[in-house]
């Protein structure tokens, strides 16, 4: 795909977004990322700043299919990925595909369910399959998991597992909206919401297409060996008991390309691996007694502060696009 194609698809995926999310350019850009880098998305905040609407704007201007999980504390993970059911008439177990076989699956509020149920995604947001009774069902391409929490202090929720956040790209957090969004979105929505007038305005194979170009962004050996020196400084951080994992350091790279390629660049900068650094590796940090002492937020702006500090003292490379 030719760079003028990109910037207008891309153009047309984001403008039709903040159709929706307004004021929001940067949660909007970041998950245009994640759906480009074949990555998956988790959007965390309060109730009632535009999670979900967010996840469905994104999804409904993308021309694909698309399923929706409402996750509460009784969901089984059979719910997710499906059932085998004994057909009587051709005496043979018949797979039911759930809700997981689809290109954009939105997962509500993924924190409410129990760790057990949670685990049910594991496999397929890391291997692009399903594995029901010893047979394994292949997902279709694309495939990305959009998934909304509230912060864990609130009532009803479970923390997410380490391997669950590890398998999430990038973390988003929408914010409040400054008072002039807030008071457009009373008049804009007064009457009808804005999402159901929504249209898809790229197609699967437009996606797709996008998608291959994003894999083909150049990545010098120095922009490599730069995010592998930040993601080795968090695990030797003496504030931090857990570290980046080395999937986290791939998808660093992946979402740079993304980056890059939205930019209208073929090569990857060092400025992608800083732009990204927190939103890719903060949710998969866990930090040590020295920073653990307050609420999520609280320490999700320590973590931030931490992945700063090592971006400044990690020499950065020269000459490598």
Known sequence: MSAGAFQSLSGAIIDSVERVIDGKRTPVELALTVLL???????????????T????????????????????????????????????????????????????VIGDEINRASPKTQSALLESMEE????????????AAPFT???????????GTYPLPEAQRDRFMIRV?????????????????????????????????QLLAMIHT??????????????????????????????????ATLQLVRAAKARAALDGREF?????IDALAVPVFAHRLIPSSRLSGGASAAQSSSLADVIYRILAATPVPLGSA
């Open 37 to 51: 880098a074949e990555g998956h998305l988790l959007i965390e905040d309060v109730p009632g700043v535009g999670k």
């Open 268 to 272: 990857v900068l060092p400025d992608d």
């Open 145 to 155: 998991v959009v998934a909304t929490q509230n912060p864990v202090e609130m009532e």
């Open 214 to 247: 994003v894999r083909g962004v150049f990545v010098s050996r120095a922009v490599e060996q730069y995010a592998v020196a930040i993601a080795q400084a968090t695990r030797d951080d003496r504030d931090l008991r857990l570290g980046a994992s080395p999937r």
């Open 128 to 139: 692009r399959q399903v594995t029901v009774d010893g047979v394994t069902h292949v997902l």
């Open 173 to 205: 957090s929408m914010g409040y909206p400054d008072a002039a969004a807030e008071l457009a979105m009373l008049r804009q929505r007064e009457s009808s919401s804005p999402l159901d007038t929504l249209e898809a305005v790229v197609t699967t194979e």
């Open 53 to 104: 609407m967010l996840a469905r704007a994104l999804a409904r201007s993308v021309h694909c299919t698309v399923n929706r999980i409402q996750f509460t504390p009784d969901l089984l993970p059979s719910d997710i990925t499906g059932v085998s059911i004994f057909n009587q008439g051709s005496r043979e177990f018949e797979f039911k595909p759930g809700p997981v076989f689809a290109n954009i």
